[in-house]
């Protein structure tokens, strides 16, 4: 019988093979941890194409489970569990310095660690400890003793930014850039912050059951009364609003535009269709919508003050679309009653249940007997078989199936960014990402039922469809 040390050797061995064949097939080597991050490299893109990306996402499943099943537990527990926070606060320190930028100023041979502390006003052997940690991590090159560089993962953390210009206008600092920073920035700010208080939360007699929004370890992360969406509107808190914004366009570029379109059919809704994106921004998702059925008609709700950078949004991107603005209390009565879409991205995941029921029923009430809901959140898989109800939903297939022996059937570390995203929405709002299980019952107390879910390749959002009961 194989042994569980040769089966995830062999996984890995194959998935590499599946790599490198595809690759060569375009005349292409994989991107190597020196390079810089270019995203709009061939490579690069390439790196993303679906054969390659399972490939890719079978490596990273088997190479996390034989990283555990080789160290010693208490080894394991500490260096991979117990002080990762520490890797993120070594992050942040980069982050918020710009030493990334400072490094691609300085090129490939990289700075000595003093001559990046004098230009960061730090303490050079506080810094070469930070960034040594970081390297160790595969994050930036220790090219000889105390001197560093830049490589294909701290690049990516690049704004393009002069370092002059990063440490000079905060405000400005994220501009233009991919957003990743910034969703570093507030990860390992707030997020930080806010994680250490998750287990006085979850166990305190006060707190341990609570559903509210408020008294959450966010308010003692930050030390506020506030919640997070009132805390951001503080005069003073500016930069750290504005950096949010930016975090969110990093957090759902993770899905390709495309992708939008390749779940729910919306090229069987009739012409002149009522599409209303809830929440929706700057009406993103609808725009994408919009650009392939022009056809359709739209609604964008959001707040006074988000409305009035939808209308420029539209006016400077789809001039020509049908589309209305309407602003919304999310809790609310909905204005839109002959909707024959509602749109709800990434905004279940950021509310407790009580609150999600409540808004649910305000679209119910709303809705129409042939109205849709469409709902574009990450999906929770259980790390072990799914046996629940939900697996029979049309298209939960492609959430449920187990990955290949001897795996976690959710394919453990390569799904952990849906877990830890979790744990933060708990930290930061009191919400949560949810199982299909969870949405399916969900639902159903506001009236709903999933009628069908989409897996999209190049998404890691999965989209549940629902419709009145």
Known sequence: MTSPLRQLSALISSSVDVIEREFASQGLSYPSLDDFFDPTSHAEVFARVPVVAEAARLIVAAAGQLSALVHPPGLYQLRLIVLQ????AALN????????????????????VDHIASKT???????????????????????????????RLSSALDTGKSHTAHQASPMLRHEGASGLAALVE?????????SGWISEFMTSSSTATSHEIVNIPFNKGVG?????????????????????NKAMEAYTSQEQPEAILNGFVWGDLEPGSKVVDVAGGLGTVASVVATAHSGLRFVVEDRPSVIEHSRKFWKAHLPKANV???????FGEQPVKDADVYILRNILHDWPEWHSVQMLRSLRNAAQPTTKLVIMEHVV?????????????????????????PLLPNFGVAAHFSYLSDLLMMALLNGEERTLASFAQLLRKAGWKICEVHSVPGSVFKQIVAQPV
């Open 93 to 112: 320190v980069v982050v918020v310095k710009g030493i990334v930028e400072l490094l691609r100023e300085a090129g490939p041979k990289g700075l000595h």
């Open 186 to 194: 507030v990860q390992t700010g707030e997020g930080l912050k806010s």
């Open 85 to 88: 926070s520490f890797d993120a």
């Open 224 to 244: 506020t009364e506030l919640t997070i969406w009132q805390w951001w509107e503080t005069p003073g808190n500016e930069y750290l609003k504005a950096r949010f």
């Open 324 to 330: 209305e603005f309407e602003v919304f209390d999310l």
């Open 381 to 405: 898989v259980y790390a072990c078989e799914d046996t629940t109800e939900a697996r029979a939903i049309p298209g939960a297939e492609g959430m449920v199936a187990g990955a290949p022996e």
């Open 121 to 151: 006003r730090m303490d050079s052997a506080k810094l070469a400890r930070v960034l040594r940690l970081l390297a160790s991590n595969h994050i930036f090159r220790e090219t000889s003793p105390d001197v560093f560089a830049n490589n």
